[in-house]
């Protein structure tokens, strides 16, 4: 790949990107008066988080036994109160250890 | 909803994208000189589609035609949260600074727009954006600049910390919200059947997660309707008393 094409390339993603957030943004300006579609939309940001999050994270890491240690982890620090930060780390310190015990078995 | 506010309430997602970025960084690091990485994360605001793209500009046969096809199906999430965001945000949000702050509709930045419960203003989404896009930006720098320092098992161990801040958003909602625990479910089922059913493995992951989150929506939009913002505010309390 060479600078030209990088750039060609850069330029489709961030356009297509932009314009996917920016155009329906820009266009929906009055509230939705369907309560079932904002229910569907309330339900929206969690389902797409859910599936972003599950299978992916069994194939993030080294092994799909961390990646599943840091998902049980990561779950029980959420239901503990931990915030977004804490529950990152406590999923990070998780991969850590549990591959870093793979590695000297 | 002040611009303070907004920085504060942006500072976890900023930290948690440093640590994300950082491994875009690493990987983008193998074919591509730090400031070309950087600029990637600089123009896009994404993790997943950063990903793919970097996939598709590193693989020789990787077309423009693909990457627009890959960049459009995976991020296409954001439009679902662009509509979603657009019944949240404050009248004083005009059509400039909409275009101007579209590019701050990230997973993270809209799932704490959404646990707000006054109306977004410009100037406080602005705020929120602002820590997160430093992040970003920083934690690609540094991580391209690292480069091959660190070894995989630290870098593995760090790309995980995405995940970790996706489950804490959903949990808390699923702990106080039973239907939203059913919605998740079937988001979760459904993208494991796009995962291991062999006749669903050929459609790409970005269209996979966008038809798990609109089933399960809108199973749990017709099955248990919200009756109005409250109950979904209710939840978050304890989020914002943070």
Known sequence: MNLKQYFIYLAVMAVVTYLLRAVPFVLLKSKLKSPFWRSFLAYVPYTVLAAMTVPAIFYSTDSKLSGACALVAAVVASLFGAGLVGVAAVACVTVLGVDGIMLLL | ?242
């Open chain 2, 1 to 242: 909803m002040k611009f303070t506010k907004g920085v504060k309430d942006g500072l976890p997602i900023g930290i948690g994208y440093f640590a994300v970025s950082f491994s875009f960084g690493i990987a983008g690091s193998k074919f591509l000189t730090w400031p070309l990485v950087t600029l990637i994360s600089m123009t896009n605001v994404t993790s997943a589609g950063q990903f793919a793209g970097l996939q598709i500009m590193a693989d020789a046969a990787g077309t423009f035609v693909e990457m627009a096809i890959a960049t459009f199906f995976i991020n296409l999430r954001y439009s679902l949260m662009a509509i979603s965001l657009s019944q949240k945000v404050a009248p004083s949000f005009g059509t400039g600074k909409r275009l101007l702050l579209a590019m701050g509709i990230t997973d993270e930045i809209y799932a704490v727009s959404m646990i707000q419960k006054e109306p977004v203003t410009p100037i406080y989404f602005l705020g929120l954006f602002t820590l997160p896009y430093a992040g970003w930006s920083l934690g690609t720098l540094t991580g391209a600049v690292c480069g091959e320092i660190l070894p995989a098992i630290v870098t593995n161990a760090l790309g995980v910390a995405l995940y970790g801040m996706f489950i804490a958003i959903v949990v808390p909602q699923m702990k106080v919200h039973k239907p939203t625990m059913i919605a998740v479910a079937i988001a979760i089922a459904c993208s494991l059947a796009f995962k291991f059913v062999p006749a669903l493995s050929g459609v790409t992951v970005g269209f996979a997660i966008i038809i798990c989150a609109l089933i399960a929506s809108l199973i749990g939009a017709a099955l248990f309707p919200i009756k109005d913002d409250e109950s979904l505010d209710a939840k978050n309390e304890a989020g914002e008393a943070k």
